[in-house]
């Protein structure tokens, strides 16, 4: 275990001359299916993100961030452990992680931070409600508590503390997590001691919807649809875009809440903002709905880090950065080195403007398939600094060259003389990935293992197979 002096004294590039020796604070702020394209900085003329184009202004925009594995509770479970789905066991929705794992507040903890969790949990697997996780190693390493494991009520919500008594929030989920922060960030103003909190709220996250002082910025005719926009039955509408985006938009203003309450503590300086989120969404581009698509919509999150003491201002990358690269950078930038179970890359260098490195090629993975949005089978892909490409066990599905088709509306598969130029390279690639992170199709399942929340209806798994064997 790292004692505080001893992280300290490894970071030393981390100060100026002006600061004293102080850990950084991390904060990541991690809204529920938030498209990495939905934001004023990135060109959506819909968007109606201020507070979020000012925090990309003010600090360090990752243009191309990517979600390795599209989906809610596989993308939190790498985010905490630092480790593909493969390896940490969260190969579908509503598996428990694994207690026993290295995650970012246990190290963070260990090293003398206090960690704190607020929001949506969605890791601890079984009934998804009352969604009360006891204090213990389930929390993996976060100190104070408040959340619940999954609801998708933004209207209505509850979370629990410490003890298996609901409380009502009274107001939409965003606010209220954020009101809930706020508390988190004035117990420590008064202390020296670093801190990590993780904010996770629910929205924009279906069913689409926002206060009305939100939805009433937001005309449906005048939704501008991107141009691989497909109308199909039950699929989402135009008012279902326009209520995204209102959410998106009472998130954005949370997040002024929250620089501002930073802005007003002797904190703010040596605080490092990360703002991404678990997956994107789909919104009917080529008539596809949520998520666990190889498609940008899906694989592309926000990527913004703003860290005042330390940053230039303004700063833009298009390299890629990925979901497994966060956990490593989190802990670079604190001094500690990953452990030898971690997957990513440390790009706390690039974060501090002293290198400009970045992906040349994420790995991108789910493991079987879901009905209930259109995913037919378990899938491995590529996104590199220009193509995308996905595979079944089987045969390649779609190969797209995102430089010269930012829409993905050509599948190269089906041009033969590009399918010769290009796959075979990717193809190596992609098998190079497989085997040097350890993983195998035989990690995928065929049966319907995530519709009709088989899973969390059904009892409390640590794995696919264990739910497959209790049949």
Known sequence: ???????????????????????????????????????????????????????????????????????????????????????????????????????????????????????????????????????????????????????????????????????????????????????????????????????????????????????????????????????????????????????????????????KALAQSRRGEDTALFFFSDHGDMLGSHGLRLKRKPHEESIRVPGIVHYPRVMKKGRSLTGLFSHIDIPATTLGLCGISPPSSFQGMDLSKTVLGKSSKTRKDAFLQIFGPYAGDGTPAGWRGLRTERYTYARFIDKPWVLFDNENDPYQRHNLLDNESARALVLPALEARLNSFMQSTGDSWNFNWSAPVEDGGRLYNNGTFRSVNEYLQSR
């Open 1 to 259: 275990m790292l004692s505080r002096r001893s992280l300290l004294a490894a970071a030393p590039g981390l100060l100026t001359a002006k600061s004293k020796l102080k850990a950084p604070n991390i904060i990541w702020f991690m809204p529920d299916q938030w498209r990495g394209q939905a934001l004023g900085s990135m060109g959506d003329e819909n968007a109606q993100t201020p507070h979020l184009d000012q925090l990309a202004q003010d600090g360090l925009q990752f243009r191309n961030t990517v979600a390795n594995t599209p989906v809610c509770c596989p993308a939190r479970a790498i985010l905490l452990t630092g480790q593909y789905c493969h390896r940490n066991g969260m190969t579908a929705n509503d598996l428990r992680l694994n207690e026993r794992l290295p995650s970012v507040p246990r190290l963070l903890n260990g090293a003398g931070y206090r960690t704190g969790f607020i929001g949506k949990w969605h890791l601890d697997g079984g009934p998804r409600l009352p969604g009360f996780i006891p204090p213990g190693d389930r929390r993996h390493g976060f100190d104070f508590w408040a959340a619940n494991e999954c609801s998708h009520d933004h209207f209505n919500p509850v979370y629990f503390r410490d003890a298996n008594q609901p409380i009502r929030m009274g107001k939409f989920e965003a606010e209220g997590w954020t009101d809930l922060a706020l508390e988190f960030l004035a117990q420590q103003n008064n202390s020296d001691q670093p801190f990590f909190l993780m904010v996770a709220p629910g929205p924009p996250h279906d069913p689409y919807g926002a206060p009305a002082e939100y939805t009433s910025r937001f005309d449906p005719a005048k939704i501008r649809l991107r141009p691989n926009y497909e109308e199909f039955p039950k699929g989402p509408t135009r008012k279902n875009l326009a209520d995204y985006y209102a959410a998106c938009t009472s998130v954005d203003h949370q997040i002024g809440r929250l620089r």
